[in-house]
């Protein structure tokens, strides 16, 4: 089950940002990444920044799925509440799979959390899968329910695998 959006083949080959930046707004938003994404605009690297707050169970708008495609790399800041947001995990799915099939960049930033703590889903990001999880077992449309099963997969992966890339460590920055 892919989460990438298909674009015209024009759209995909077209790169208009060096950067693309995945964060949980509610973490970060007012303070490092307003001065990461201030950097690289200094340094006249063109960076996606979605300023939008989405709540969790909204769908990833194709915008999102288009500005991934069209950069060269993402920044993915994991913070302790990042894996709360559905919206989140879904841009890292979407940012991992752009990663196995282009020569997409991602650099993890491990902002006041362990990388261990990502790849075996413990701490604040065992509970939200927990919470997810509960979420999509209540669930009573079938359909949404096998759909759920399949992010939850996905997500557990993803986390995994980000946390396996060689990141930095923002810890108390």
């Known amino acids: 089950?892919?989460?990438?959006?298909?674009?015209?083949?024009?759209?995909?080959?077209?790169?208009?940002?060096?950067?693309?930046?995945?964060?949980?707004?509610?973490?970060?938003?007012?303070?490092?990444?307003?001065?990461?994404?201030?950097?690289?605009?200094?340094?006249?690297?063109?960076?996606?920044?979605?300023?939008e707050e989405v709540e969790t169970g909204e769908e990833l708008k194709p915008e999102l799925a288009r500005a991934i495609k069209s950069s060269r790399a993402?920044?993915?800041?994991?913070?302790?509440?990042?894996?709360?947001s559905t919206w989140c995990l879904d841009e890292l799915v979407m940012i991992l799979e752009q990663r196995r099939v282009?020569?997409?960049?991602?650099?993890?930033v491990f902002y006041n959390v362990e990388p261990t703590h990502i790849r075996k889903q413990k701490s604040t990001f065992g509970e939200a899968l927990f919470e997810h999880k509960q979420r999509i077992e209540s669930e009573k449309d079938v359909e949404k329910k096998i759909q759920g099963a399949g992010k939850l997969e996905m997500w557990t992966k993803g986390l995994t695998e980000i946390a396996d890339l060689k990141g930095k460590d923002a810890t108390g920055r």
């Open 1 to 51: 089950m892919a989460i990438l959006t298909e674009l015209p083949e024009e759209q995909e080959a077209a790169i208009k940002y060096d950067v693309f930046l995945s964060f949980r707004g509610k973490d970060t938003r007012l303070g490092f990444m307003d001065h990461l994404y201030q950097a690289l605009v200094n340094e006249n690297i063109s960076t996606f920044l979605d300023e």
């Open 102 to 108: 282009s020569d997409h960049i991602v650099l993890p």
């Open 74 to 84: 993402s920044i993915v800041v994991l913070s302790k509440n990042y894996a709360s």
